[in-house]
């Protein structure tokens, strides 16, 4: 089969743009260059807005720092977080696109066991392109793969898969660990390359790292927000995994696929596990009481659209969760003004995520 690198059109180039999140020159761009040149960027500057962010020259993009995403949201702009890469979400709002694909700028090119550096994009495009095993699990892992299929006994009824919605990457060398996890093992590095996609099945959750994504954003996007974190909040280092609980949640009850696995990116940077630690110290305690309420939640049969779901969420998590904490009441407010941000500046969307509840098989 032809490698997909040799095609003069790279994949989607016109359907997908890459979000980053950063406070620092994009240096890490140049080892990106070869797959990522001919995609939009979108790059959303956290921290200091005066601050100057270098781009490598040859790189079409589009920089929004704070003073940006406050004179486009005006009093919206209180759901998207300052000092946390959770601002990426911003990136997610304003972009036109149908697929995004976020990175971190401690990320870098990884190789195979061969030695071949690996297109993490190009492997998050097939991922998105094939469909999900969401109600049945299959052994062989992603039959759409090449070389791979349905095994003996998977119901015929369900081959023909479901949309997939979110592509989750993984990472060699550094790990995404927790800060007790990073003190205990400091020196631990995932040298474990597993050649495997699989579709998380329906009802169970999983933890979503946002430094290796790709997803279906005229599919699930209203739902990828990543919370209230960083400056001014009692909790970091929560973001992703929020988005991650909310979007599964919507997933299952729409009908769509969620894959994780493949592609492997090099995460090159450890952060300090003492200041992680201190963000992280809420969610540790929170999550024990979290996972058990996203287990639970159901969402009605009136919930046809991803807004709709979410908003119904933010309801649930301002009765359940509200009692945990008063951070919860409030962002369960910031659910619905994201949502009602995430509308203005896609009106269309609004009503192209009219997409009814289990049509998907």
Same mark, same amino acid.
């Given at each position: 089969?032809?490698?997909?690198?040799?095609?003069?059109?790279?994949?989607?180039?016109?359907?997908?743009?890459?979000?980053?999140?950063?406070?620092?020159?994009?240096?890490?761009?140049?080892?990106?260059?070869?797959?990522?040149?001919?995609?939009?960027?979108?790059?959303?500057?956290?921290?200091?807005?005066?601050?100057?962010?270098? *781009?490598?020259?040859?790189?079409?993009?589009?920089?929004?720092?704070?003073?940006?995403?406050?004179?486009?949201?005006?009093? +919206?702009?209180?759901?998207?977080?300052? +000092?946390?890469?959770?601002?990426?979400?911003?990136?997610?709002?304003?972009?036109?696109?149908?697929?995004?694909?976020?990175?971190?700028?401690?990320?870098?090119?990884?190789?195979?066991?061969?030695?071949?550096?690996?297109?993490?994009?190009?492997?998050?495009?097939?991922?998105?392109?094939?469909?999900?095993?969401?109600?049945?699990?299959?052994?062989?892992? @992603?039959?759409?793969?090449?070389?791979?299929?349905? *095994?003996?006994?998977?119901?015929?009824?369900?081959?023909?898969?479901?949309?997939?919605?979110?592509?989750?990457?993984?990472?060699?060398?550094?790990?995404?660990?927790?800060?007790?996890?990073?003190?205990?093992?400091?020196?631990?590095?995932?040298?474990?390359?597993? @050649?495997?996609?699989?579709?998380?099945?329906?009802?169970?959750?999983?933890?979503?790292?946002?430094?290796?994504?790709?997803?279906?954003?005229?599919?699930?996007?209203?739902?990828?927000?990543?919370?209230?974190?960083?400056?001014?909040?009692?909790?970091?280092?929560?973001?992703?995994?929020?988005?991650?609980?909310?979007?599964?949640?919507?997933? @299952?009850?729409?009908?769509?696929?969620? +894959?994780?696995?493949?592609?492997?990116?090099?995460?090159?940077?450890?952060?300090?596990?003492?200041?992680?630690?201190?963000?992280?110290?809420?969610?540790?305690?929170?999550?024990?009481?979290?996972?058990?309420?996203?287990?639970?939640?159901?969402?009605?049969?009136?919930?046809?659209? *991803?807004?709709?779901?979410?908003?119904?969420?933010?309801?649930? *998590?301002?009765?359940?969760?509200? +009692?945990?904490?008063?951070?919860?009441?409030?962002?369960?407010?910031?659910?619905?003004?994201?949502?009602?941000?995430?509308?203005?500046?896609?009106?269309?969307?609004?009503?192209?995520?009219?997409?009814?509840?289990?049509?998907?098989?």
């Amino acid at each position: 089969m032809a490698e997909a690198s040799v095609s003069p059109t790279p994949l989607l180039k016109d359907e997908l743009d890459i979000v980053i999140p950063t406070i620092r020159n994009l240096d890490f761009l140049e080892m990106w260059r070869p797959f990522f040149q001919p995609y939009h960027l979108i790059i959303v500057q956290d921290g200091d807005p005066s601050r100057t962010i270098n *781009v490598p020259e040859g790189f079409d993009y589009e920089l929004y720092n704070r003073n940006d995403i406050n004179r486009i949201l005006g009093p +919206k702009a209180s759901c998207i977080s300052f +000092k946390d890469s959770a601002c990426r979400c911003f990136g997610y709002m304003v972009s036109k696109k149908k697929y995004i694909y976020t990175i971190d700028d401690d990320c870098f090119v990884a190789k195979d066991p061969s030695g071949k550096e690996i297109n993490a994009l190009e492997q998050h495009i097939k991922n998105l392109l094939t469909p999900s095993t969401p109600f049945f699990f299959n052994t062989l892992y @992603d039959p759409y793969r090449d070389g791979a299929d349905f *095994v003996r006994g998977y119901p015929f009824s369900l081959r023909e898969g479901a949309p997939t919605a979110v592509s989750h990457g993984l990472w060699l060398n550094i790990p995404d660990y927790d800060a007790p996890t990073q003190l205990v093992k400091p020196r631990e590095r995932n040298t474990r390359y597993v @050649d495997a996609v699989l579709t998380i099945p329906k009802g169970t959750l999983f933890p979503l790292c946002g430094m290796n994504l790709g997803f279906n954003r005229e599919l699930i996007g209203p739902a990828m927000y990543f919370g209230l974190m960083g400056d001014g909040q009692p909790i970091g280092r929560y973001d992703d995994m929020w988005a991650g609980w909310c979007t599964k949640v919507i997933c @299952d009850h729409m009908g769509w696929g969620v +894959k994780t696995g493949l592609p492997y990116i090099w995460h090159s940077k450890a952060s300090n596990p003492f200041v992680n630690l201190k963000k992280e110290y809420n969610g540790i305690y929170w999550q024990e009481e979290l996972i058990p309420f996203f287990q639970s939640v159901t969402l009605l049969k009136e919930c046809t659209t *991803v807004q709709k779901c979410y908003i119904e969420l933010s309801k649930q *998590v301002k009765a359940k969760l509200g +009692k945990i904490d008063p951070y919860f009441l409030k962002l369960a407010d910031a659910m619905v003004t994201w949502i009602e941000a995430w509308d203005e500046l896609n009106p269309s969307g609004a009503d192209s995520a009219e997409i009814p509840n289990g049509a998907a098989k």
